[in-house]
């Protein structure tokens, strides 16, 4: 017979003492002028790809899909952005798709590598000078996590930065070991074998105090609570489920801290990161609440993308209205963004930032 946690820590037992105490809280923090004008050219140039799809099923479809897989790399670091924007080769639709909502299969390593966008017309060079400029400058993002980090490591907290794509994950363990010099940063990512990835995870047991930074690779399979008691959500999911499985790495049977704390960090001047939240993370956090279950994203997308693309375009004074775009259909037509002006005023570029022709 499966016991569930709340049998083990339910008065019946006697065993409250099983599990630690779970704390968690949100974190936002805001962009500067130079990442959030690149998150505007962006935007810009995947809603005039998609307009511009033509007729055929198939091209509008790798349009929308590699829009949203092209913006969640720029919410995640300026590093994805320019990984994902290089690779222009197209992707298997069906598989950017499940990319795009973390669903990674019960049986496969969580897909940590930038995805193909498909978007191989318009300025791309240009975006891509821009990225790898934001990749040199200060990061309001990292600087937002060391503030969250710094009482937590204080206090002799051991954190798991977990992040959704490599490149990501490398650039924030550089700004990690640079604001944290003194503690011992590993990184892990699918780019290690199963079996690097234990033996760095274990290297660390012999270090008073650690600090990990790792992608949905180490989500499942390695349990971490011997070695940490903290989770950072560097990046937010697009699967509600994904953040469960991060938290439960550490809040698990066999953790000895008593309190194990998990924050959610996302920036509300992120068209993607308010989208995702609105439509998906909220509404699933009040049904788990409400019936104690996560629930897995419905296998039938189509309502779910709507609406985030719906999201996205109305906190960016895209859209006329709530319904200036239909989810009834399982791909969005071009037509439906009739609400959207494309080619919008762009906000001024900040200094020494590369300009988009």
Known sequence: MQRRRIDVTSRDWGEERSFPRHETSESAYKLDNAHSAFHDAVLDYCLGVVEGAGIGQRERRLAFWGTLALMRCVGSSPAAAASALRNRLRSDLELLGDHVFDDDGEDEDAIDVEPASGLDTGPLASLVAQAEHLAR??????????????????????????????????????????????????????????????????????????????????????????????????????????????????????????????????SPDSAVDGAVLEVILRKAEAIRRATGVTVPLPEERGAVTGALMNAVLLRKGRGRSSASISASSRMPRVSRYAGVTPKRARRPLAPGLPRMP
């Open 137 to 266: 400058l200060p990061d309001p993002k990292i600087a937002a996590t060391v503030k969250v980090l710094q009482p937590l490591i204080a206090g002799g907290a051991n954190p798991v930065v977990f992040c959704r794509y490599i490149a990501t994950a490398d650039h924030v363990a550089e700004g990690l070991r640079k604001a944290f010099p003194k503690l011992r940063t590993e990184v892990v990512t699918g780019s290690l074998t199963g079996e690097e990835r234990r033996a760095r995870v274990e290297g660390m047991a012999d270090e008073r105090q650690r600090l990990l930074v790792a992608t949905d690779c180490l989500s499942e399979g390695i349990n971490l609570q011997h070695l940490f008691d903290t989770v950072i959500h560097y990046d937010l999911s697009w699967n509600p489920t994904r953040h469960q499985q991060r938290e439960g790495r550490v809040d698990r049977f066999g953790q000895s801290a008593t309190l194990v704390r998990s924050v959610l960090l996302f």
